[in-house]
Nanobody, 122 residues
Framework: QVRLAESGGGLVQPGGSLRLSCAAS????????MGWFRQAPGKEREFVAA????????RYADSVKGRFTISRDNAKTTVFLQMNSLKPEDTAVYYC???????????????WGQGTQITVSS
C-alpha cells in the first residue's frame, strides 16, 4: 500500500534547473531510504542519488555529483531532487524509489514511482 508519485518533470534548456518531488503514501516513509533513478531511451536504468531515512547519508552517481542534490522532508513524506546545470545527457525518465533499509546505489528497491520525463534541450 506504499505509493510513490513523482512530479516536477518537464522541458528545460541546457544549464537550467528543475526540482523533482516524490510524494509517498503510507505512514512508514520516515523509515525508508529513498533513491532516484533514471532511464534514457535505449539505455539501462541507472542510479542517480539516494538518501537515508534520516537524511544523514546521501549518495550520488559520478555523473551528477556537484549538480544534483537529494533531500527529504519527512513531515511532508516527500523526497526531492534538485537538478542544476542540466545537460542534454540528463534527458531521461526519472523514477523515485524506496526501500526499508540502507540507501543503495543499486536497483534493489521495493517501491517505485511511475516516473516523470525530464528533457534537456534547446
Amino acid at each position: 500500500q506504499v505509493r510513490l508519485a513523482e512530479s516536477g518533470g518537464g522541458l528545460v534548456q541546457p544549464g537550467g534547473s528543475l526540482r523533482l518531488s516524490c510524494a509517498a503514501s503510507g505512514r512508514t516513509f520516515n523509515n525508508f531510504a529513498m533513491g532516484w533513478f533514471r532511464q534514457a531511451p535505449g539505455k539501462e536504468r541507472e542510479f542517480v542519488a539516494a538518501i537515508s531515512w534520516s537524511g544523514g547519508t546521501t549518495r550520488y552517481a559520478d555523473s551528477v555529483k556537484g549538480r544534483f542534490t537529494i533531500s527529504r522532508d519527512n513531515a511532508k513524506t516527500t523526497v526531492f531532487l534538485q537538478m542544476n546545470s542540466l545537460k542534454p545527457e540528463d534527458t531521461a525518465v526519472y523514477y523515485c524509489a524506496g526501500r526499508g533499509g540502507m540507501p543503495l546505489v543499486t536497483g534493489n528497491y521495493e517501491y517505485w514511482g511511475q516516473g516523470t520525463q525530464i528533457t534537456v534541450s534547446s
